[in-house]
C-alpha cells in the first residue's frame, strides 16, 4: 500500500507539473500574440480607458507606418521625417480619436489622407510642419479639434475660399498665422491671425480682375474670330457672284451667233 501511494503521489506531481509548464506556454504565447498586434516601428500599450495606444514618436519614419492596429484609440507620429499623407493613409482605423503629426516635415496633404476617421476623430496635432494651404478635400469633413499653430501659412485667395468650408471646430482656426500673403501690397502684417484678415480683406479682388481680364481678352478674340469669317464668306460669295454674274452675261451673245448664221443662210 505504501509503494502504491508513493507511485500515485509521483504520478501526480508530474501532471501538476506538465499543467503548470502548458498554462506559461499559453500566457507567453498570448503575450507574443499581442506584441505582433503592434507595428514593428512603434510602441504599443493599453490606456486606462481601455484603449489601444501606439506610439511611433521620434523614430525618423519616413511614411505612415502599414501595419498599425485596427484597434487603435491614439496615434502618435510626432518628431518624425514626414513630407507628406497620402490618401486613405489611416482607412484601416476605425476607431482612432487622437492623432498627433506634430513635429514633421509635411508640405502636402493628398485628398482623403484621412478618409475613414470623421465619425471618429476629435484631437489632430499639425503643429510645427511646413504647411501653407489648408484644402477641404484633404480633411474631408473633420470635425475635430485641431492644432495647426507653427506653420509657414500663406494667407491668399486659395486660403481665403476654403476656410469657411472646413469643418474643424471654429477656435482650431485661430492657429491658422499668416507668415507670408498674396497679393504682396494688401499689407497683411507677418504674425496676424488668417481669421482676423479675412474678416477685413478679399485677396480674391486681385485675381477677379486678372480673371475678368483674361474673359475679356478671350471674347475679343472670338469675336475677331467671327469678324474674320464673316468678312472671308462675304468676299467668297461676293467672288462666287462676280463669276456667276459673268456667266449669265455670255450666255446671250452665244446664243446670238447661230440666229445670225441662220439669217446668213436663208439670204444666200
Known amino acids: 500500500m505504501l509503494l502504491l501511494a508513493e507511485w500515485l503521489l509521483c504520478h501526480s506531481l508530474v501532471a501538476c507539473l506538465l499543467l503548470h509548464s502548458l498554462a506559461l506556454s499559453s500566457t507567453t504565447a498570448g503575450l507574443h500574440g499581442a506584441n505582433t498586434g503592434c507595428s514593428e516601428s512603434c510602441y504599443c500599450s493599453e490606456s486606462a480607458d481601455g484603449g489601444r495606444v501606439v506610439r511611433c514618436s521620434n523614430m525618423r519614419l519616413a511614411e505612415v507606418p502599414h501595419d498599425l492596429p485596427n484597434d487603435t484609440r491614439r496615434l502618435y507620429l510626432d518628431g518624425n521625417l514626414l513630407t507628406t499623407i497620402p490618401a486613405n493613409a489611416f482607412a484601416g482605423l476605425p476607431l482612432l480619436n487622437e492623432l498627433d503629426l506634430s513635429h514633421n516635415e509635411l508640405t502636402q496633404m493628398e485628398p482623403g489622407a484621412f478618409r475613414g476617421l470623421v465619425p471618429s476623430l476629435r484631437s489632430l496635432d499639425l503643429s510645427s510642419n511646413r504647411l501653407t494651404t489648408l484644402e477641404p478635400e484633404v480633411l474631408g469633413g473633420l470635425r475635430a479639434q485641431a492644432n495647426l499653430t507653427h506653420n509657414p501659412w500663406h494667407c491668399d485667395c486659395r486660403l481665403q475660399v476654403a476656410m469657411p468650408r472646413l469643418d474643424l471646430e471654429p477656435a482650431s482656426l485661430a492657429g491658422v498665422v499668416c507668415h507670408t500673403s498674396e497679393p504682396k501690397d494688401i499689407?497683411?502684417?507677418?504674425?496676424?491671425?488668417?481669421?482676423?484678415?479675412?474678416?477685413?480683406?478679399?485677396?480674391?479682388?486681385?485675381?477677379?480682375?486678372?480673371t475678368d481680364v483674361a474673359m475679356l481678352v478671350t471674347m475679343f478674340?472670338?469675336?475677331?474670330?467671327?469678324?474674320?469669317?464673316?468678312?472671308?464668306?462675304?468676299?467668297?460669295?461676293?467672288?462666287?457672284?462676280?463669276?456667276?454674274?459673268?456667266?449669265?452675261?455670255?450666255?446671250?451673245?452665244?446664243?446670238?451667233?447661230?440666229?445670225?448664221?441662220?439669217?446668213?443662210?436663208?439670204?444666200?
Not at 496676424?192 to 478679399?202: G, R
Request: proline share 4%; hydrophobic share 40%.
Open 187 to 210: 499689407g497683411i502684417d507677418t504674425g496676424v491671425p488668417f481669421v482676423m484678415v479675412a474678416a477685413d480683406l478679399d485677396l480674391c479682388a486681385g485675381l477677379k480682375r486678372t
Open 221 to 268: 478674340g472670338w469675336f475677331a474670330m467671327v469678324i474674320s469669317y464673316l468678312v472671308y464668306y462675304v468676299r467668297h460669295n461676293q467672288e462666287d457672284a462676280r463669276r456667276h454674274l459673268e456667266y449669265l452675261k455670255s450666255l446671250p451673245s452665244k446664243l446670238d451667233r447661230p440666229e445670225e448664221s441662220s439669217t446668213l443662210s436663208t439670204v444666200v
